[in-house]
């Protein structure tokens, strides 16, 4: 219940309301001890509270503190500066402030962080040590474990390596990749090629949110035909985004394609296919038509 202040307050909040402020800075821990003993025959349940109160207490500016909060990953470093409230919470001020980025600036989204450092928000209590610390540091920099890293690279190659045959690929063949690559995403196609509409290749509709888009594709494209494309699709209608993919772009496509692309009007070339077809689970489709 304290998520929201902490984190706006740039503060660390502990409750433990009878535990005397005075005993813990004079680090009478027997004292602290009984209190805890008058509120639980638990010894297990002391030793427990008494470790957190100690950690509270005791942790230096070079601890690292972190929790959950909004589908994130807040951390932060803390100054051993304890103030003690009139209801007898205690709270610790940060250094600076409550960080939900690494250091390079990526949000630290829940989404994107692995279930085993997510289990830490299911601890029964206040505070816990950190086990996946390796794991965490990474995230924190902006870096991968090596064997991810190991994994990256070869997920990488393969893109690469699928770009050659997609540039292979016979135009039909091309259009089947690119209906295969929205469909394993969930689109739907609603329109027979060239059918609905002369200039579409695929007009497509997402049974969830009811949003339509069109896609052309063409095995090789100029830079005249981008932007006719592009004028084409302002006087469409019914059409939230429209996609212009092609797997063989003049040179001065490319270029001109990321200067002028915006949400509503995308290009994709040959690595962008490669990136989606890995994506969809395409690669085997792929090998096929290469061997």
């Not at 205690?90 to 692995?114: F, N, Q, Y």
């Amino acid at each position: 219940m304290w998520e929201a202040e902490c984190v706006s307050s740039d503060t660390l909040r502990f409750g433990y309301h009878v535990i005397p402020h005075a005993a813990c800075v004079n680090g009478e821990w027997n004292v602290v001890e009984k209190v805890l003993r008058e509120k639980t025959d638990s010894q297990t349940a002391i030793t427990s509270h008494l470790r957190q109160v100690k950690e509270f207490y005791q942790a230096k500016e070079d601890v690292l503190w972190i929790t959950f909060f909004s589908d994130r990953l807040w951390w932060a470093f803390s100054k051993p500066e304890i103030a003690v409230h009139e209801n007898g919470e205690k709270t610790r001020p940060v250094i600076g402030k409550w960080s939900d980025s690494d250091v390079m600036g990526e949000r630290l989204l829940k989404a994107r962080l692995s279930g085993r450092l997510l289990s830490l928000a299911m601890y029964r209590g206040t505070i816990c040590s950190v086990d996946q610390l390796t794991y965490l540091l990474h995230k924190l920099n902006g870096t991968v474990e090596p064997h991810v890293a190991e994994v990256q690279m070869a997920y990488e190659r393969l893109q690469r390596s699928l770009v050659p045959i997609i540039k292979s690929l016979h135009p039909k063949e091309l259009e089947i990749l690119v209906d295969l690559i929205f469909r394993q995403s969930g689109w739907q196609r609603v329109g027979v090629a060239g059918g609905t509409e002369k200039d579409v290749d695929l007009d497509l509709l997402s049974p969830v949110t009811l949003e339509r888009i069109g896609v052309q594709v063409k095995s090789k494209a100029t830079p005249a035909v981008w932007r006719a494309y592009r004028e084409k699709f302002a006087d469409m209608r019914g059409f939230t985004r429209f996609y212009f993919v092609t797997h063989s772009p003049d040179p001065g496509l490319i270029g001109e394609a990321e200067k002028g692309e915006d949400e509503s009007f995308i290009f994709w070339g040959a690595e962008q296919l490669a990136s989606q077809a890995v994506r969809g689970g395409l690669t085997g489709w792929l090998l096929d038509k290469a061997a």
